[in-house]
């Protein structure tokens, strides 16, 4: 059955442009609601007059479709806390910089270099009931490591989401706020009081247990990289992992394995129906075992972090198992289908997590494209069998998630089919090893003959990945793609996957023309590069990197060659361009028929020359009183290489004498065109 055949697929397809058009047109509760309201009268009217006809028409199938659209835009619209008065965001005053927050913390995040990092759930503000999620940052000189279930008072200004510093930087707040979160604080132990009471719900608990797992096998002398690993692949835990590690599976394309998924979740009901399969076949046990089986995934989910990877894969193989109890043929559409339709419902900014959308788009492909390339090749023997289909599904995944990986990573890893062949045997072996010692783990009694071969699997596991990623040459990094390359780069998968599935004239034609398709979204990517022209100051702590860019060529101006990596990378591929020449600063450039004076720590500049831009950089000591009167600039730009504290004193000066002041510490990179 082809899946646009299915009517939840179009219901599905609804409810997810109804989350999509109310998170781009910033749609108002009431508004959504009001649609809502209207779709639900249309639906009904066209439900009954469908009823009373002999001879279905399309308007009641269009009403359908309009309801599950609405209903997806009034969901989004009820899940955003800027719409709930309730939400703390609402109460803060802006006479009051220092609120006083009681929070309760739900969940711990990787923790920076200074801070230990938590996803916290807030109670109540100036004494008042609300809601609402809130990151908070907690000072390590300060602070021991908390528990979850923590009750924290903190008098501490909410810091809110900001735009990024840094042209085509990752937008932080815009993935905070994707999360319904907020805001965040920051604290040391003057502005906390930790209550010694602790909220004792199923995050709790499941922390708890986490944490006597771990501290269990650390006891026993666990390797530490190895119990990082370990913690991810079956506790969800990925805060502990060195970040060199973390890189070297992203740059062998492994890093997939290292947060919960349907892989992982497939392993628990495997090794769940082994466990089981001694029951007898009777009705009543059947009953008993899909009860188990579903409290074990829900309870894994839990104990997992409750991450929209393991909610999407515990959902579609909780369907998959009571499919099997009824005895009934499952669709995998099906249960793909009504797991995202009832996630969405619940949760609508699964949506926009790179993870979730990863998820899915793999595993449709899997399903979809998988039966396709199994019967190219059939081997007789069971080990190249077994092969055959770890290559058959890597290949159906990496296809299905190429777009949108190079639309959010820029990079390909060449080497995919030789790390998932390596990986999936090693993941099946430390799975089924891993659940039992887990499981041991958690009583304490963990047998060396289970233990030392866990720990070797995934030391080796961690080297070859290490010596996949060092073939740096297989790795392509760095590549341009936007929003409308990505759409018509699927547009050609999908073409290409039709037409191989039953090729006739008029798909080959389509195939061609998605083709000229992403060559058109290509070349008009590079043509309004191409005509474009800017001089930036880039937001650098404790150097100034400038550049000029004319066309797809780009100057740089800095004192420190190694600081040009991190600013300007992103913003070379998002422009399609790159570096032609790396010069030194100066005191003057020219730049669209307009001067520039750059004063630096030296304090001196061309006296004579009246500039269009002042531009200060490590911290000058002058007079800028003076400095005026003999410049007179129209604007003054402070990058990050200056004292905060002079900063503050140029400032005030400006605003006294009416001269527009541009810090990139607090308003970003300055952009001239």
Request: hydrophobic share 50%; proline share 4%; glycine share 4%.
């Amino acid at each position: 059955m082809k899946v646009w055949q299915f009517p939840l697929a179009r219901i599905t397809l609804g409810l997810v442009f109804g989350i999509l058009f109310a998170f781009f047109s910033a749609l108002s509760l009431s508004s959504s609601l009001i649609l809502l309201s209207v779709s639900t009268l249309a639906f009904g009217v066209t439900f009954y007059i469908a009823q009373k006809q002999w001879i279905q028409n399309a308007a009641f199938g269009w009403a359908v479709y309009f309801l599950s659209f609405c209903l997806g835009s009034a969901t989004f619209a009820l899940h955003l806390g800027t719409n709930h008065r309730s939400n703390y965001i609402h109460q803060l005053s802006i006479s009051d910089a220092t609120p006083t927050l009681e929070v309760v913390l739900r969940e711990k995040l990787k923790s920076s270099q200074f801070n230990y990092r938590y996803l916290a759930i807030v109670k109540r503000i100036h004494h008042q009931n609300c809601t609402g999620r809130i990151l908070v940052n907690c000072n390590k000189e300060t602070i021991k490591e908390l528990s979850i279930g923590t009750q924290l008072q903190i008098k501490s200004g909410v810091v809110l989401p900001t735009q990024p510093l840094n042209p085509d930087q990752f937008d932080y707040g815009k993935y905070l706020n994707n999360k319904s979160i907020l805001g965040q604080v920051y604290v040391d132990a003057s502005e906390v009081k930790i209550s010694p009471v602790f909220v004792k719900d199923a995050f709790y608990y499941s922390d708890a247990i986490r944490r006597t797992i771990l501290k269990n096998l650390e006891h026993d002398h666990f390797k530490p990289n190895e119990l990082a690993v370990l913690g991810a692949l079956l506790l969800g835990q990925q805060q502990e992992i060195a970040s060199e590690i973390v890189h070297d599976y992203q740059l062998a394309g492994a890093v997939h394995i290292l947060s919960v998924s349907g892989l992982h979740v497939g392993f628990i009901v495997l090794f769940l129906n082994f466990v089981l399969n001694f029951l007898p076949k009777k009705k009543r046990y059947s009953y008993f075992k899909l009860g188990l089986t579903l409290a074990a995934l829900w309870s894994f989910a839990i104990l997992a972090g409750l991450s929209p990877s393991v909610i999407r894969s515990v959902t579609m193989f909780s369907f998959l198992a009571i499919g099997l109890h009824l005895k009934r043929k499952t669709n995998i559409f099906h249960t793909l289908l009504v797991s995202l339709f009832l996630i969405l419902i619940f949760e609508p900014s699964f949506l926009f997590d790179v993870g979730f959308q990863l998820s899915y788009v793999a595993l449709f492909f899997i399903v979809w494209v998988q039966p396709l390339l199994d019967p190219l090749w059939q081997p007789k023997n069971k080990f190249a069998i077994y092969f055959w289909n770890i290559l058959t599904v890597s290949f159906a995944a990496q296809i299905g998630t190429l777009p949108l990986s190079i639309y959010y990573f820029h990079q390909f890893p060449g080497l995919f089919f030789v790390t998932n062949l390596i990986v999936i045997p090693f993941l099946s072996l430390i799975m089924g090893l891993g659940l039992l010692v887990v499981v041991l783990a958690f009583w304490n009694r963990i047998p060396a003959f289970l233990l030392d071969p866990l720990e070797q699997s995934i030391t080796l596991l961690n080297y070859m990945i290490h010596r996949i990623a060092s073939l740096e040459r297989f790795i392509i990094q760095d590549i341009p793609c936007n929003s409308w390359m990505m759409i018509s780069l699927y547009l050609g998968i999908f073409a290409f996957i039709f037409c191989f599935k039953k090729p006739n004239f008029q798909r080959i034609i389509g195939v061609l023309v998605t083709v000229l398709i992403f060559q058109v979204s290509y070349f008009c990517s590079k043509w309004n590069t191409q005509k474009q022209n800017e001089w930036i100051v880039f937001n650098a702590k404790k150097t100034t990197i400038i550049a000029e860019r004319l066309g797809e060529n780009v100057t740089v101006y800095t004192s420190d060659l190694v600081a040009t990596n991190n600013p300007i990378t992103p913003y070379l591929v998002a422009n399609f361009c790159s570096i032609t020449a790396t010069k030194p600063l100066g005191n003057l450039a020219y730049f669209n028929s307009k001067k520039i004076v750059l004063l630096d720590s030296s304090g001196s500049y061309p006296r004579n020359v009246k500039p269009d831009i002042l531009v200060f950089r490590q911290s000058p000591k002058v007079n800028l009183d003076r400095v005026l009167q003999t410049c007179k600039p129209k604007i003054i730009v402070a990058d990050a290489s200056n004292y905060k504290s002079y900063v503050g004193l140029w400032k005030a000066t400006c605003l006294k004498e009416k001269i527009p002041f541009h810090n990139t510490n607090e308003k970003g990179f300055f952009r001239m065109r």
